[in-house]
Structures are given as structure tokens and as C-alpha cells.
């Protein structure tokens, strides 16, 4: 059982940063991907980034490429999600999961077996 705790959510102003967290814990050996995905009300979950454990290659939506940097800390266990240039469309729940992949990684969040809690974003414009 692998079991993922967000932090770092919270109200910014528009333009303002954020870094969210992502701590794995328990069979951290089940997955090869962890991925950041957000949802907003009335909205699909939609992707945002992913790393490769393994490697530390990244992939980034190109909505918010050069805006948010996916990084991780082998020892741990934690991927962050650094958030830049806020905007009020930012605005939605982020949630971090995991995956097994055997090339790359997946942006379907159906791809990905475990989800965390989520924690809530909200940019003020």
C-alpha cells in the first residue's frame, strides 16, 4: 500500500508562487512515476506534470510549462510542484498519484493507482 500526502496549498494572489508537496510513503518499490494533476469545479482532472523516478526526467503540460517545475528528493520520498506566475484559472485541487510505467509516463489520470488527499489552491485575482 502506497499512501501520498499533499501540502502546501492556500490562497495567493494573482502573479504570487506556491510549492506544493508530495510525501510518498509505505511500497514506494509499486511505482516508477508520480504525477500532479489539478481539478476544478465543474471540470475534468486534468494533467500537469509528471516525473520518472528512476531517471528525474520530466513532463509538463504545455499549459503550464516554463510557469511550474516538478522536482522530487530521492531521500524523502517527496516530489514538489513549484508554481510561478499564479493566475485565477490556476484556481483548483491538486492532488499528486503514482504510477507504473514502463515508458515514460501516462498523462490519463486513469494510469495512475494512487491518488493523494489533494490540497486546495485558490489565486485571488
Known amino acids: 500500500q502506497v499512501q501520498l500526502v499533499e501540502s502546501g496549498g492556500g490562497l495567493v494572489q494573482a502573479g504570487g508562487s506556491l510549492r506544493l508537496s508530495c510525501a510518498a510513503s509505505?511500497?514506494?518499490?509499486?511505482?516508477?512515476?508520480i504525477g500532479w494533476f489539478r481539478q476544478a469545479p465543474g471540470k475534468e482532472r486534468e494533467f500537469l506534470a509528471a516525473?520518472?523516478?528512476?531517471?528525474?526526467?520530466?513532463y509538463y503540460a504545455d499549459s503550464v510549462k516554463g510557469r511550474f517545475t516538478i522536482s522530487r528528493d530521492n531521500d524523502k520520498n517527496t516530489v514538489y510542484l513549484q508554481m510561478n506566475s499564479l493566475k485565477s484559472e490556476d484556481t483548483a485541487v491538486y492532488s499528486c498519484?503514482?504510477?507504473?510505467?514502463?515508458?515514460?509516463?501516462?498523462?490519463?489520470?486513469?494510469?495512475?493507482?494512487?491518488w493523494g488527499q489533494g490540497t486546495q489552491v485558490t489565486v485571488s485575482s
Open positions: 509505505g511500497r514506494t518499490f509499486s511505482w516508477n512515476v
Open positions: 516525473i520518472k523516478w528512476s531517471s528525474g526526467n520530466v
Open positions: 498519484a503514482t504510477g507504473f510505467f514502463s515508458f515514460g509516463y501516462n498523462a490519463s489520470p486513469r494510469g495512475y493507482t494512487t
